[in-house]
């Protein structure tokens, strides 16, 4: 009868299993937190969770650093007998990291110039004033249109 | 020498269009900004997206019998080099994009120059062109991991547009942080799913994916990864539960951005929906045709009516458009789930008719607020009247998204009916016509405010200057245009269909 529970595939696939947690705790932060930079932060650790999913993927059981030696000529010294890891994983994470550095620092200085406009970055305080100026809004400009915005 | 020559496909320049479509942009970008003069940058990123839009036009013209031109860029083949690809679908996209890019751009030197402040203005044109090319990238190229890095090149750049509203209203910034975490959010699901058929497949190529999918079959990892693409995509998309970003990014961006996102950025987003669901995926595995029938269609569903009804009770005329917008998005997912080649055509000729309609309507209210501030219906009170050719253009406008016989909005409405009829689906093509009343009650709003209040006494709007000018009656005559000529819409839009229904028939079996 097969087992209920293998725990040879259970850790060995710690990686995977680190990757959820790490994955939903991200969003956790993004979705519960009230402030900005925190929600970036969480936004971090979901992207983070990413590059460990892709970079887990190249992993090649017993696979060497995809390195292939030179010989004096010049010429690439493939030895077939060697088993190598998948290179392309952690390529394309590369790209995506530096995407994430963007998008961080981008949100950062959106949370700046918020904090200029809003003097708060905690977003129930944010929403309380918006409120207050859609309410505004709707003093100025809703009366003509039935006293809604 | 000549090893290395024949591995290039391409040989002269009419071989490299598909590549310079979105290098032109991408190289104009940075120029702008190290020449630095506010009118060299307009004319630059005028020249790029005016290049770039004739390259889509000749690539339209090559792809329109149904062949597919594949571009190997620095020459490696795919599928280990990356690779454009181009067909009469995406050359229609690509077409839709630079041409609202090339239209915008006349409109947002004056309007740009009345919204924000001057010394942005070589940085708006900059990341308007990043824009741009992010846009034509994700629907130019065969490659997953490519569309990813277009996909994030175009939304960080939205993010700084739609910010650059904040000189008028501060809630700007809070739209653009909303946006980016959403949008980020989006983007790394699309990565995770990208992930997923990786480890499945070991490809990332479009048509290799698709190919190694058939194959092998489908297993639980290339479920989960089809279900993290198309919950990505449908927060770039819009598709309704997944909207929230929307209408505040709409509303407080400048009116330029909002013109141009709202005829193209979504449009993408949809093309890269349409690529995974027909060409990687095909119709014929249960699970797809599952999600389309349970969630695609209810939700698209709930998006018309729930959309256009809470565009009926807005105050301002740019959210109420875009509320518009989540509805409209709702009939192209619909014509997509029918899964027949008169629903995609639909769809996808709704695309572009949508597109040129609300840009229309977009440019019109900017131009509006320019002279009356804001967007509030009670500001515009007989601004139609005051204003005869802008009140004309979005009379046009207003038309064509309610779908009035005669109008482009008509056309891509009647193919969806049809597509629904030929489902059997009469109630879904009762719901599409009931959803158009809505869209009637929010238009006549507008027409009402437009032209049947009396406009303040000391009102002096007059037209907008000619270069706003012409653009909007350029959009307003395609509105009315391709109401009655579909010979270029719905003739492309439909090998179009035919292509991506193709492609998935040859890998049910």
């Known amino acids: 009868m097969e087992r209920l529970l293998d725990w040879t595939f259970v850790v060995g696939h710690m990686n995977y299993w680190l990757f959820i947690v790490l994955m939903m705790t991200g969003l956790f932060i993004v979705v519960a937190r ?47 007998s060697i088993i190598y890891s998948n290179p392309l994983p952690h390529v394309l994470i590369l790209t995506a990291i530096v995407v994430g550095i963007a998008t961080t620092s981008l949100a950062l200085a959106l949370t700046i110039r918020i904090r200029e406009a809003y003097d708060t970055i905690e977003e129930d305080d944010i929403l309380k004033i918006e409120r207050h100026m859609a309410a505004e809004d709707n003093k100025e400009h809703g009366a003509a249109m039935g006293g809604r915005a | 020498m000549s090893a290395v020559e024949t591995q290039h496909v391409a040989r002269d320049l009419m071989d490299q269009l598909p590549v310079l479509q979105v290098a032109i942009p ?27 839009f004739v390259i889509a036009c000749t690539l339209l013209w090559q792809v329109i019998d149904g062949s597919v031109i594949s571009y190997h860029i620095g020459g490696w083949a795919p599928p280990l ?11 229609m ?38 824009c741009l090319t992010g846009l034509l990238g994700m629907v130019a190229t065969g490659d997953a991991f490519n569309i990813f890095v277009f996909l994030e090149i175009s939304s960080l750049s ?39 058929l990786y480890m499945a497949t070991g490809t990332l190529n479009l048509a290799d994916l698709a190919e190694r999918i058939a194959d092998q079959g489908i297993n639980r990892t290339v479920r989960a990864g089809f279900a993290f693409v198309v919950v990505g995509m449908g927060l770039k998309v819009a598709m309704y539960p997944l909207h929230h970003w929307l209408p505040n990014a709409y509303t407080f961006a400048p009116s330029a951005v909002t013109t141009f996102l709202a005829a193209t950025a979504t449009k993408a987003a949809i093309y890269v929906m ?17 999600t389309l029938y349970l969630i695609f269609i209810p939700f698209s569903l709930l998006a018309m009516f729930a959309a256009s009804f809470v565009a009926v009770f ?58 009356s501030g804001s967007a509030f219906f009670d500001d515009l009170k007989g ?28 056309i891509s409405k009647w193919m969806l009916v049809q597509a629904a009829f030929e489902n059997g689906w009469w109630i879904i093509a009762i719901a599409i016509m009931l959803s158009s009343l809505l869209a009637v009650i929010y238009v006549w709003r507008m027409f009402e405010v437009l032209y049947l209040t009396a406009p303040s006494d000391d009102c002096t709007a007059t037209d907008p200057p000619l270069p706003m000018l012409v653009p909007m009656l350029i959009l307003a005559g395609a509105c009315i245009w391709f109401g009655f000529d579909t010979e270029l819409t719905l003739g492309s839009a439909r090998v179009a269909a035919e292509g991506l229904l193709a492609g998935s028939a040859g890998m049910m079996h």
Do not use: C
């Not at chain 2, 509203?165 to 790394?188: C, E, F, Q, S, V």
């Not at chain 2, 601004?383 to 008509?410: D, E």
């Open chain 2, 383 to 410: 601004l139609g009247r005051k204003m005869p050719i802008t009140g004309a253009v979005m009379v046009a406008g207003g038309l064509s998204l309610i779908g009035v016989p005669g109008t482009a909005g008509f």
């Open chain 1, 34 to 80: 009230g402030n900005l930079v925190k929600k970036i932060i969480g936004l971090n650790i979901f992207q983070a969770a990413v590059f460990m999913l892709y970079i887990s993927i190249g992993k090649v059981t017993g696979g060497t650093a995809p390195i292939y030696p030179v010989d004096m000529q010049g010429h690439m010294q493939v030895d077939p």
């Open chain 2, 274 to 290: 349409l690529r995974f669901l027909f060409s990687v995926f095909s119709p014929g595995f249960h699970f797809e045709d599952w």
């Open chain 2, 93 to 130: 996209i690509l077409m839709l994009i630079s041409g609202i890019g090339t239209i915008v751009l006349p409109y947002a030197y004056a309007s740009v120059a009345a919204e924000i402040p001057k010394k942005q203005h070589t940085l708006f044109y900059a990341l308007f062109m990043l």
């Open chain 2, 314 to 371: 807005q105050t301002n005329l740019k959210r109420m458009l875009a509320f518009s917008s989540i509805a409209q998005i709702g009939y192209m997912l619909l014509g997509i789930a029918m899964l027949n080649a008169t629903g995609l055509s639909a769809a996808v000729v709704h695309m572009v008719n949508h597109g040129i309609s609300k840009a229309a309507l977009f440019m019109g209210v900017g131009a509006m607020v320019m002279y």
């Open chain 2, 81 to 91: 080099g990356i690779e454009y690809r181009i067909d009469a679908l995406s050359a």
């Open chain 2, 26 to 52: 991408l190289i104009a970008a940075p120029l702008i900004v190290f020449i630095g003069n506010r009118k060299l940058a307009w004319a630059i990123a005028f020249a790029a997206s005016a290049a770039a």
């Open chain 2, 158 to 196: 939205t993010y700084v547009l739609v910010a650059m509203g904040a000189h008028k209203d501060p809630r700007a910034l809070t739209a653009a942080y909303d946006y980016l975490i959403m949008g980020t959010i989006g983007a790394t699901f699309f990565v995770i799913g990208l992930g997923m």
